[in-house]
């Protein structure tokens, strides 16, 4: 168990050191009455002591540079440090966010380029990176298609339609822009049943947001009829891009229909998740929707960027300042290093890589659905509940071979499910010690199923109690 | 270049074992007339080619080469160098959400020592994870309290928040049909307190107050919240988290909700971003927080862990009764501004807004002191003040950055009845030497006039 820092507090020590004050600085103070009068609780301690406390946290936790990753939905792809040395580069990291825009022109340019680049790559017409992550893309992406709607005059529509196999923030995202969330029904295919879509669409719907490929990690050949589905009813089809890697230059969200969508730089793009965030999550769209599009945007003029703060039409501004603007700086340089050839061999590759793992797994699971997949698939891990075995034993197992555990329990739809998704960059070898860690546990299954069960053994931590946690909140820690 | 790690061997291996005659084979169920053919040549760059050209478009970037007065909500401060250390280590910077936590102790006990730091700086019972920004935190405070208390639809906000933060609170209440009163200021830029207390009532949900001001001013919050505590209303503030080393806490002034964007301990300037929301309240509101809380726990031998919890609010379990949509956080800008504030520590966090403070009142004191330079008041303050030097903003502008100083923001941009005011930011990383040119430029500037 590691004490917490502020269980590591040592009276009187620190680690600041203060720039020397000033005989004609000391004389000024502020109002007694209005400062703080309860003690700051924080720990004190050195600087070895702090540096030798995270190497100590660092120990316990992985990363993609660490192991094997394949997290469904999450696309942990290598994540290239010279991403991160050029963003760290003066130029970009010391610019104030309000500064004059002939001083900050590089800034600009990168805005500028990664809108187009990024426009091309989805057949997009316009866009804006100020999203932070993904939810916050999506929440600004509905929140044009409101703007469209009342534009119009058409107020009746109230509602957005998801597929049941999305992912959460959908749902979440359509609430809190004020509309009603409608399920529709995946068929057993493992595609959007259209019967149901058609029930259900009217003229009460704003939108149907849709991944695709879908969280299956099955492309939805239908996407035309759908897209005619809904535009035939007056709504918009909004394109949730988690799943954009297994597409990049095979087939445009613009040119199957979409009007609007996000892209998760921090997957696609190889941005480094950071164990949560910060993300990147910019949108999307095509010209109808572009004079909604959040503001600030960034023009050019000839060789010079501007910068422009007020239009109209625009939903407005949606975060402080920019956006994670050092979290797209590392896409954009990702971007240019590929170019159209390499990044297409993205989608080639993770593709290739998902469908390997799959006919490999085939052997121990059973595998819903059996057609070709994209760059993930979903696994139904229920073919040891008779040992008392679930997906999540599985998964915790996985940990002890050293390897992250896929996604499990999403989607929502699948029994006992379990989500892969490989990405890309892994090799070969990789994806075959994953199939021999789990034809291991298969076996432990067999023998001794208890290993299983308790597992994992081998982490930091034995399985913790997520209930406890809940029943009672312990949220802070103690100064000792 | 690319990333990927299998060749023609191992491909034509791999497309043996899936039985399948290439790779355009597994991409059949994509639609013939909405495939594009791949690209023959290849149009990437090598690693060094990249950063050549990134170094490019850095170098035109020149706002680095002025001493910089901009504030408004971003400051520069000097970054401890052990912060960029921790955050590059690869357990950190490239894990993913903690979804496994036996896989992610690291991570999660960090997250939970954020929240108890940012619990011990406000002052309040229980802290989240994170949220993007200042800006949606405090939208994301105002949802909070209008989810906790649902026959109320009203907040009273004051007019002297930071403008961006105004403007993206309406973006996310204008779904909901809130009614939105603001609280005016006086010509010192202090909130109006008696209008304060008139505009709030028993429909009144929130008051969100900025500490400081976006005029750098320390409005006396207490006696506002003494009014919205009779109402039944919640009281947010929002802080630059700085303000906490010398200036009342948040509970100690009567918050119920403490927002705000912790870029001042710990991130870098980096146009805009990531910078990091955050987010502290009473316990009794825990429930009704967005975003994502660590707590503690125990492991099958009993041991201590930490895992995600509460998660009940949150989209992936609640989906379209979540309490809000947020996924994907700022996590690592949340360890780096853990890392500074133990690095400070609590002499330090004192010291170092101290230091904020008196270069700031210096700088002030003396451009008051030359004649014509107008302040825009004497309401107490902490590490940024307005004034006028009798100028339209852009004669004065031309002056000072002529002199390679970016003097401040332009005030009348945001606020018309400010116009020809600069607003000018001090840290602790602006020397004597430095505040004495300004101080000698703006003569030059008065002595023209």
């Known amino acids: 168990m590691s004490k917490t820092c502020f269980e590591k507090t040592q009276p009187g020590q620190h680690a600041y050191s203060m720039s020397r004050s000033d005989s004609e600085f000391d004389c000024f103070l502020p109002p007694l009455r209005l400062l703080r009068k309860n003690e700051l609780m924080l720990p004190e301690m050195s600087e070895i002591d702090i540096t030798r406390h995270f190497c100590e946290l660092a120990a316990k936790n992985v990363g993609i540079d660490n192991e094997f990753y394949p997290l469904g939905s999450c696309t942990m792809k290598f994540n290239p440090r010279v991403n991160e040395q050029c963003s760290a580069l003066p130029g970009f990291s010391s610019g104030h966010p309000l500064a004059p825009e002939e001083m900050v022109q590089g800034n600009l340019q990168i805005i500028f380029e990664l809108v187009e680049m990024l426009c091309a790559l989805c057949g997009m017409e316009a866009g804006s990176l100020l999203p932070c992550a993904g939810a916050h893309g999506e929440y600004t992406g509905i929140k044009m298609i409101s703007a469209y709607h009342s534009s119009r005059g058409d107020h009746q529509r109230s509602e957005i339609l998801i597929p049941d196999d999305a992912h959460g923030t959908n749902p979440a995202t359509a609430s809190m822009a004020g509309y009603r969330a409608i399920s529709i029904h995946t068929n057993v295919k493992g595609e959007v049943d259209l019967d149901h879509l058609r029930q259900m669409a009217s003229e009460r719907t704003a939108a149907l947001m849709l991944t695709n490929p879908n969280t299956l990690g099955l492309f939805n050949s239908q996407i035309r009829d759908i897209a005619e589905i809904i535009h035939g009813q007056g709504g918009m089809l909004y394109y949730d891009g988690a799943n954009l890697n297994a597409i990049l230059n095979v087939v445009k969200p613009g040119e199957m229909g979409f009007d609007v969508m996000h892209l998760n730089l921090h997957k696609t793009f190889s941005t480094p998740h950071g164990g949560g965030g910060p993300g990147s999550g910019p949108v999307l769209c095509n010209e109808k929707l572009a004079k909604f599009l959040p503001i600030p945007r960034v023009e050019k003029d000839g060789n010079h960027f501007k910068m422009s703060w007020k239009d109209v039409s625009s939903i407005g501004q949606i975060c402080s300042f920019h956006g994670n603007f050092a979290i797209y700086l590392r896409a954009y340089l990702y971007a240019k290093l590929h170019g159209n050839y390499g990044l297409r061999r993205i989608a080639e590759n993770a593709v290739l890589n998902a469908n390997y793992l799959k006919s490999k797994l085939i052997q121990f699971f059973t595998i819903p659905y059996s057609q070709s997949c994209m760059h993930e698939f979903v696994i139904q891990a229920d073919n040891y509940l008779d040992k008392g075995i679930k997906a999540l034993d599985i998964a915790k197992r996985l940990l002890d071979y050293g390897m992250h555990a896929p996604t499990i329990y999403f989607p929502l739809i699948v029994k006992e499910c379990m989500l892969v998704e490989p990405t890309e960059v892994e090799s070969k070898a990789t994806l075959d010690q994953f199939v021999e860690a789990m034809a291991a546990i298969i076996e432990e299954i067999q023998q001794d199923p208890e290993l299983v069960r308790t597992a994992p053994h081998k982490t930091p931590v034995s399985r913790l109690d997520e209930v406890l946690a809940a029943k009672k909140p312990i949220l802070k820690a103690q100064l000792k | ?449």
């Not at chain 2, 790779?23 to 690693?47: M, T, Y």
């Not at chain 2, 119920?256 to 980096?270: E, H, K, M, W």
């Not at chain 2, 116009?419 to 002595?447: C, H």
């Open chain 2, 1 to 449: 270049m690319d990333f990927i790690s299998n060749q023609k061997a191992q491909v034509n291996a791999m497309l043996e074992a899936i039985g399948a005659g290439s790779i355009e084979e597994l991409f059949a169920s994509i639609p013939q007339n909405l495939k594009h053919r791949a690209p023959h040549r290849d149009d990437g760059l090598s690693e060094s080619e990249g950063v050549i050209l990134m170094e490019e478009i850095a170098a035109k970037n020149t706002f680095s080469s002025y001493e910089s007065y901009l504030g408004a909500g971003a400051y520069e401060h000097y970054l401890p160098a052990v912060i960029g250390f921790i955050c590059s280590k690869s357990e950190f910077l490239t894990a993913y959400t903690p979804y496994q936590p036996e896989a992610s102790q690291g991570m999660l006990q960090a997250t939970f020592e954020f929240q108890s730091a940012i619990c011990a700086l406000t002052g309040m019972d229980v802290s989240n994870a994170s949220l993007y920004d200042g800006a949606t935190a405090c939208a994301e405070a105002m949802l909070m309290a209008l989810r906790y208390q649902k026959e109320r639809n009203k907040v009273v906000i004051a007019s002297s928040l930071h403008p961006h933060y105004f403007s993206v609170v309406k973006q996310f209440l204008s779904s909901h049909g809130t009614l939105i009163e603001r609280i005016p200021f006086d010509k010192d830029g202090s909130l109006d307190r008696a209008k304060a207390e008139a505009l709030i009532d028993d429909q009144t949900s929130a008051v969100l107050l900025p500490y400081p001001s976006f005029f750098g001013v320390i409005d006396e919050i207490k006696q506002i919240s003494a009014k919205a505590k009779a109402c039944g209303s919640l009281m947010v503030v929002c802080a630059n988290p700085l303000v906490y080393g010398l200036y009342a806490s948040a509970e100690e002034i009567g918050a119920d909700i403490a927002v705000g964007d912790i870029q001042p301990l710990g991130l870098p300037l980096q146009f805009g971003g990531p910078y990091c929301g955050y987010m502290a309240c009473r316990q009794d509101l825990v429930r009704q927080m967005p975003g994502r809380i660590v707590g503690e726990t125990i492991d099958a031998e009993g041991k201590r862990g930490f895992v995600l919890t509460l998660q009940a609010r949150e989209q992936h379990i609640r989906r379209e009764k979540a309490t809000s949509n947020i996924c994907t956080n700022q996590a690592l800008a949340a360890l780096a501004s853990l890392v500074c504030m133990l690095w400070y520590g609590r002499q330090g966090l004192r010291e170092l807004a101290l230091t904020n403070y008196q270069r700031t009142a210096y700088l002030r004191h003396r451009l008051g002191q030359l004649p014509g330079v107008v302040l825009m008041g004497n309401a107490p303050f902490f590490n940024e003040f307005a004034l006028s030097f009798g100028y339209s903003g852009a004669e004065a502008f031309e002056h000072f950055r002529h002199r390679g100083i970016e003097p401040g923001l332009d005030l009348g941009k945001y606020y018309p009845e400010f116009n020809g005011y600069l607003l000018v930011a001090v840290t602790e990383t602006k020397t004597k030497g430095m505040l004495d040119r300004y101080i000698q430029v703006a003569s030059e500037l008065m002595v023209r006039k």
